[in-house]
């Protein structure tokens, strides 16, 4: 499980996974409290991206 929280509290409207090829491998939307379970994507190097009111986030994520 990976916990994704913005710095200025701000509510997350979707958030969406992209392994290095750039394909969408996980994508959510519903009710999001942050929490997202990554357990079934197998190990490697992972784009998240956060769209909150504001803007867009992107972050690199490790999974091993």
Do not use: C, W
């Not at 409290?33 to 990554?38: E, H, L, S, V, W």
């Not at 190097?45 to 994520?61: D, I, K, M, S």
């Amino acid at each position: 499980q990976v916990m994704i929280r913005s710095d200025i509290d701000e509510p997350l409207l979707d958030v969406t996974f992209y392994d290095v090829k750039g394909q969408v491998v996980m994508h959510e939307a519903d009710e999001l409290t942050g929490a997202f379970d990554i357990s079934n994507l197998p190990g490697g190097l992972y784009v998240v991206q956060a769209r909150t009111a504001n803007g867009v986030y992107t972050q690199r994520l490790v999974v091993e």
